[in-house]
């Protein structure tokens, strides 16, 4: 079965860090581009971050740039999201999604996680 | 950026209902738009690409169309399980942006 399972969130301290992780199975994971997504309970999708199948290139949005890396393990299948100086703006739901295309970017989200909580608070 | 407006923000259907949503991108995107479903406490399901490309395994009661500026997702005959949000997204530059979500409901 395809699938992605997200794990690491957690509740942190504003200031923090914490790194989020997406494990992949059933399917090539090195041929994928991947991205993360998240989602203010009750509220719209905002794309965070992706990275290329070989992980030589990543991207963020702006929100995010300078405090958030993504880098994804091979040998693992996993992807990781590492979230440093973390806000309360940044409280919400991390979903990791495969992109559609296969070992190019094609920006459509054919398979998601089911989502990790984050949560900044003191 | 590019700015996705959906419309409407909501709309009440019953079963067996056509419906359709429209997505306005503030500049052209040719057809690098997708669709998306999203049950409460669930993730969002990929419904359409490249503006009218179904999904794998999504019903064909579900269609899109649309490019450059302006897109639209019709659903034919609604079903029960038709009830949710959808959210259109722009996949041509980046950063990716999506539309702020049409939710479906009930009549």
């Known amino acids: 079965e395809v699938q992605l399972v997200e794990s690491g969130g957690g509740l942190v301290q504003p200031g923090g860090s914490l790194r989020l992780s997406c494990a992949a199975s059933?399917?090539?994971?090195?041929?994928?581009?991947m991205h993360w997504v998240r989602q203010v309970p009750g509220e719209g999708l905002v794309w965070v971050s992706h990275i290329n199948s070989d992980g030589s290139y990543t991207d963020y949005a702006d929100s995010v740039k300078g405090r958030f890396i993504v880098s994804r393990d091979s040998a693992k299948k996993t992807l990781y999201l590492q979230m440093n100086s973390l806000r309360a703006k940044d409280t919400a739901v991390y979903y990791c999604a495969r992109d559609i295309g296969f070992g190019s970017a094609d920006n459509a989200f054919d398979i998601w996680g089911q989502g990790t909580v984050v949560t900044v608070s003191s | 950026d590019i700015q996705m407006t959906q419309s409407p923000s909501s709309v009440s259907a019953s079963v067996g209902d056509r419906v359709t949503i429209t997505c306005r991108a503030s500049e052209g995107i040719s057809s690098w738009l997708a669709w998306y479903q999203q049950k409460p406490g669930k993730a969002p399901k990929l419904l359409i690409y490249?503006?009218?490309s179904l999904q794998s395994g999504v019903p064909s009661r579900f269609s899109g169309s649309g490019s450059g500026t302006d897109f639209t997702l019709t659903i034919s005959s609604l079903q029960p399980e038709d009830f949710a949000t959808y959210y259109c997204q722009q996949a041509n530059s980046f950063p990716i942006t999506f539309g702020q979500g049409t939710r479906l409901e009930i009549k």
């Open positions: 059933g399917f090539a994971f090195s041929s994928y581009w």
């Open positions: 490249a503006a009218s």
